[in-house]
């Protein structure tokens, strides 16, 4: 059997494993005081206005260059959704309206005018 004193291996997993839990507990020590806390809390603060500031400065460059805003495109969206379903709601009245006059749906026929106009006969003869 080999000899686990002398195995480099299972002495770098030893050491790693020792250094994990010393680095676990200091970080344990350290979230647990208030001043981590508040530290986190301010970072957090810093990263929020910085992102609403980055967000109003892009706003003001999309306006300038005449270009729509994620707010304005999704607001865009928003519209076309409910003018499609509207859309949606007058074809099946329409389509309700057409079934109950005996129209029938699967045809336009009915719709189109008269074809007056001829097609040239095959053997290309005019009269």
């Not at 686990?4 to 010393?22: F, H, L, R, T």
């Not at 603060?45 to 892009?58: N, P």
């Not at 959704?81 to 074809?91: H, L, P, V, Y």
Request: aromatic fraction near 4%.
């Amino acid at each position: 059997m080999t000899d686990n004193s002398n195995d480099p291996i299972a002495m770098w997993q030893k050491m790693v494993g020792e250094m994990e839990k010393g680095f676990n507990s200091f970080a344990n020590q350290a979230m647990s005081s208030p001043e981590f806390s508040q530290a986190v809390n301010r970072a957090g603060g810093v990263a929020a206005g910085a992102q609403k500031q980055l967000g109003d400065l892009m706003e003001k460059y999309l306006v300038s260059m005449n270009l729509p805003s994620r707010d304005q495109v999704t607001g865009l969206a928003e519209r076309l959704q409910s003018i499609e379903g509207q859309i949606g709601e007058i074809k099946s009245m329409l389509s309700q309206m057409a079934a109950s006059s005996g129209i029938s749906q699967g045809s336009d026929t009915a719709l189109r005018p008269p074809r007056t106009k001829r097609p040239p006969s095959e053997g290309g003869e005019q009269t």
